[in-house]
């Protein structure tokens, strides 16, 4: 009992150590930056890293509050029982429409995808031109446009990009964006947009 339960403590600190590797590395910190946000030492850094210790609540609280995320993100790594999941078939997804001033527009849901701390969405878009103009959005998190087929004029905050198939962009959601043009008879677009919740 007691050898079962010191395994799946270390699995445990392992599990809190990946995480918070993985997240200082994702923010191009080296150990000692990161020791040096929390008020922590290098050496005790590095030890929860590679699984060597189980660190305390405290410090855990100021790790999470020097890579600015929620204490359960440390944790991430130790909930693997279960995990959602989305597989969308060629031709397949949710089909929408939807209407905008006078525009209206195909798309279809391929992906929605909701965690604490993030929202994700992917969808394919199909523009016909029409003399109304598509609309433009402002929100939060990112955006992401992979041209599939034909070409559009896109408008991010004051400037114009004219896409072509296999161009992408990426934008800030939080300055308006969309496309303003199409050129084509018909455009088609995959849009993926991912968010903090």
């Given at each position: 009992m007691?050898?079962?339960?010191?395994?799946?403590d270390t699995g445990i600190d392992d599990a809190i150590g990946a995480a918070?590797?993985?997240?200082?590395r994702g923010l191009g910190w080296s150990a000692s930056?990161?020791?040096t946000k929390a008020g922590i030492s290098a050496a005790m850094v590095s030890r929860i890293e590679n699984g060597q210790v189980s660190?305390?609540?405290?410090?855990?609280c100021a790790l999470a509050g020097?890579?600015?995320?929620?204490?359960?993100s440390l944790f991430r790594e130790t909930a693997s029982k279960h995990a959602d999941y989305t597989l969308v078939r060629a031709g397949e997804g949710l089909k929408s429409n939807r209407i905008s001033q006078?525009?209206?527009?195909?798309?279809v849901n391929l992906a929605v995808h909701s965690r604490r701390d993030l929202q994700f969405e992917a969808r394919r878009v199909t523009l016909v031109k029409q003399e109304a103009q598509p609309p433009t959005y402002v929100g939060h998190g990112v955006v992401y446009v992979q041209v599939l087929e034909g070409e559009a004029i896109y408008r991010y905050g004051g400037q114009d990009f004219t896409l072509f198939p296999g161009d992408s962009l990426s934008v800030d959601a939080e300055l308006s964006h969309g496309?303003?043009?199409?050129?084509?008879?018909t455009f088609t677009f995959l849009t993926v947009q991912a968010e903090r919740r």
């Open positions: 007691t050898t079962q339960n010191t395994r799946e918070l590797r993985q997240l200082r930056q990161l020791a660190p305390s609540i405290s410090s855990l020097a890579l600015d995320v929620p204490l359960v006078g525009h209206s527009h195909e798309f496309f303003v043009e199409v050129i084509t008879d």
